[in-house]
T-cell receptor
Framework: QKEVEQNSGPLSVPEGAIASLNCTYS??????FFWYRQYSGKSPELIMS????GDKEDGRFTAQLNKASQYVSLLIRDSQPSDSATYLC???????????????FGQGTILTVHP | NAGVTQTPKFRILKIGQSMTLQCTQD?????MYWYRQDPGMGLKLIYY???????DKGEVPNGYNVSRSTTEDFPLRLELAAPSQTSVYFC????????????FGPGTRLTVL
């Protein structure tokens, strides 16, 4: 059973702070890693994808991947109240080219940014 | 482009009833997926399709069936609804070339009583 685990929440940070969200995965064959944001009552939307070890930055968001430790994280700098949402980590195993884009999701971390 | 559309938005079923959740995408994507999301949980893959006429089971397929007669449509059939199928159902699609972004529909909230 391929598993994806996220740090337990909820996570509450003050406006302007850095929010750190963490995720571990069990399948060493995993190839692609994603962070989705889901507002209450809405569908998930992709905010970051990462495929290689290291950091990937996009605006206020930085994704970090460490395949040796089977760990992926998302940092949100200068957190805003509008960042309050559930953040879902997702992993595409991609083994042998037969994954067909199937994703395994973590349970999500609820982030609240308070003014 | 409308993207991925789902109908209905909400539905209440009685135990033992059947229904079909509709999903349509207008992006000409070959890959399509059905997920369910229980309260406070992540998404679990029910079924997926890699093109018209080709479907396969995901992680939690029991109690569901799918078909894919066209590229655009990927309906999910619930036979003999059970309370355990109370959930929010999301359909998603993805291009099988280039970017691997999955685009999600707005979801169907289903309650089985």
């Amino acid at each position: 059973q391929k598993e994806v685990e996220q740090n337990s929440g909820p996570l509450s940070v003050p406006e302007g702070a850095i929010a750190s969200l963490n995720c571990t995965y069990s399948d060493r064959g995993s190839q692609s890693f994603f962070w989705y944001r889901q507002y209450s009552g809405k569908s998930p939307e992709l905010i970051m994808s990462i495929y290689s070890n290291g950091d990937k930055e996009d605006g206020r968001f930085t994704a970090q991947l460490n395949k040796a430790s089977q760990y992926v994280s998302l940092l949100i700098r200068d957190s805003q109240p509008s960042d309050s949402a559930t953040y879902l980590c997702a992993v595409n195993n991609g083994a042998g080219g037969t994954s067909y884009g199937k994703l395994t999701f973590g349970q999500g971390t609820i982030l609240t940014v308070h003014p | 482009n409308a993207g991925v559309t789902q109908t209905p938005k909400f539905r209440i079923l009685k135990i033992g009833q059947s229904m079909t959740l509709q999903c349509t995408q207008d992006m000409n994507h070959n890959y399509m997926y059905w997920y369910r999301q229980d309260p406070g949980m992540g998404l679990k893959l029910i079924y997926y399709s890699v093109g018209a006429g080709i479907t396969d089971k995901g992680e939690v397929p029991n109690g569901y069936n799918v078909s894919r007669s066209t590229t655009e449509d990927f309906p999910l059939r619930l036979e003999l609804a059970a309370p355990s199928q109370t959930s929010v159902y999301f359909c998603a699609s993805r291009d099988d070339r280039g970017t691997d972004t999955q685009y999600f529909g707005p979801g169907t909230r289903l309650t089985v009583l």
